[in-house]
């Protein structure tokens, strides 16, 4: 099946620090990928989706400054938390839509592992 | 987006099927009704997909009701292993952006 990777699986930073997350899908193309955020014992909030060649959409209540992203290829779509603080500490997961068959359901998600982000 | 709503826990033994519902009162013509798997601190995975009657794979069955207001999650002979928090969700139909919004999800919790 599909496979949406994501670097790193773990990242431990200072305050006041950026800190980037990668994601990948490993052999389809994706030209929309979405980034959720995930607090401990909580459902997985979507955050923004990210578009090739185009400006990502955020959710209402997402800071754009705060939360960079960047599709700048089929397969790769990165988030930068930028000037990260403790309260940004969460597992940040990524997921790919792929289209399954011609006609059929418009697409199944993949999604990545998580990388899991802790800020000092 | 269809809004889900599913009982927050579940407790069952191994060997027993468990059966999870989730209700989608607001469900639009075009979405699907997919099921996804979470263990901590790893990403989601599919379980199943379906848009009426019943759907059957390896690992389920999804049984959807004509109204299509409501469907149900079914997990022949559970162990161990399939502790997790399980999502329903509804969209990903022709001409959706792919936007998933998850809800609460239902926390199974299998006993030896």
């Known amino acids: 099946g599909a496979v949406v990777s994501q670097h790193p699986s773990w990242v431990i930073c200072k305050s006041g620090t950026s800190v980037k997350i990668e994601c990948r899908s490993l052999?389809?193309?994706?030209?929309?990928m979405f980034w959720y955020r995930q607090f401990p014992k909580q459902s997985l909030m979507l955050m923004a989706t990210?578009?090739?060649?185009?400006?990502?959409?955020?959710e209402q209540g997402v800071e754009k400054d705060k939360f960079l992203i960047n599709h700048a290829s089929l397969t790769l779509s990165t988030l930068t938390v930028t000037s990260a603080h403790p309260e940004d500490s969460s597992f940040y997961i990524c997921?790919?839509?792929?289209?399954?068959?011609?006609?059929?359901?418009?697409?199944?998600?993949?999604f990545g592992p998580g990388t899991r982000l802790t800020v000092l | 987006l269809a809004k889900t709503t599913q009982p927050i826990s579940m407790d069952s033994y191994e060997g027993q099927e468990v059966n999870i519902t989730c209700s989608h009162n607001?469900?639009?013509?075009?979405?699907?009704i997919t099921w996804y798997q979470q263990f901590p601190s790893q990403g989601p995975r599919f379980i199943i997909q379906?848009?009426?009657t019943k759907v059957t794979n390896e690992v389920a069955s999804l049984f959807i009701p004509a109204d299509r207001k409501s469907s149900t999650l079914s997990l022949p002979r559970v162990s161990l292993s399939d502790t997790a928090v399980y999502y329903c969700?509804?969209?990903?139909?022709?001409?959706?952006?792919?936007?998933?919004?998850f809800g609460q999800g239902t926390t199974l919790q299998v006993k030896p």
């Open positions: 990210s578009n090739e060649g185009s400006k990502a959409t955020y």
């Open positions: 969700l509804v969209g990903q139909g022709s001409g959706n952006t792919g936007k998933l919004i």
């Open positions: 379906g848009y009426k």
């Open positions: 997921s790919a839509p792929r289209k399954l068959l011609a006609g059929g359901p418009y697409n199944e998600q993949f």
């Open positions: 052999d389809f193309q994706a030209t929309t």
């Open positions: 607001n469900i639009a013509t075009n979405d699907y």
